[in-house]
């Protein structure tokens, strides 16, 4: 890859929307089984995962082709932005084998273990999600509005180039 298109809002929007969705969706699933709906926690968890999934492949898509956005906060809130991007991509990191294991214990019947380690993962998720959705509105929309783009119509939200 010869140089890096300059960065657009197309893909960290839909990200955190992935993201969000991600979220709201292992709530749901949590819920769910609380009420022993178990075939509902089984379909909504398996929406969390695809939807993550998603996310993921996005991600990579975009850090691969686009220019990555400079946090432009000073003062205190730049160690916590930074904290909060730091501890969300090791814990993204290191929740995904553990996210698979725990379907996979799921899909075998072993529920009990599947319990154990869900009781560890879950937390570590929704985290992650959240934090996503916090990113973006650091880096994209809780700025000064003198570093803001001029205009987000439709034509600026979709990629411009590779
Ligand atoms: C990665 C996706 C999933 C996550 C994060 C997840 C999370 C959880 C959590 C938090 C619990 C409750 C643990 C507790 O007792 O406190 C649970 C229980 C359970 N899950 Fe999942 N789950 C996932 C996918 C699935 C799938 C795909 C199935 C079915 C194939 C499934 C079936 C069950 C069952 C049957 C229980 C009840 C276990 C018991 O109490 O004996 N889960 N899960």
Known sequence: MDSLAPTNFF???VNSILNGSAGLLLIWGWWAIKQDRRDLHKKVMLA???VSAAFLASYLYYHF???SVRYQGSGWIRPVYFFILITHIIL???NLPFIL???FLAFK???AEHARLARWVWPVWVYVSI???LVYFMLYIWIDPSLQQPSLSIPDLLP???
Do not use: D
Request: no cysteine; proline share 4%.
């Open 11 to 13: 893909f960290p929007t």
């Open 48 to 50: 969390a995962f695809g």
């Open 65 to 67: 082709h686009y220019a």
């Open 92 to 94: 993204a990191t290191a």
């Open 101 to 103: 294991r725990t379907v």
């Open 109 to 111: 019947g072993r529920y």
């Open 131 to 133: 934090t996503g959705v």
């Open 160 to 162: 411009k180039g590779t």
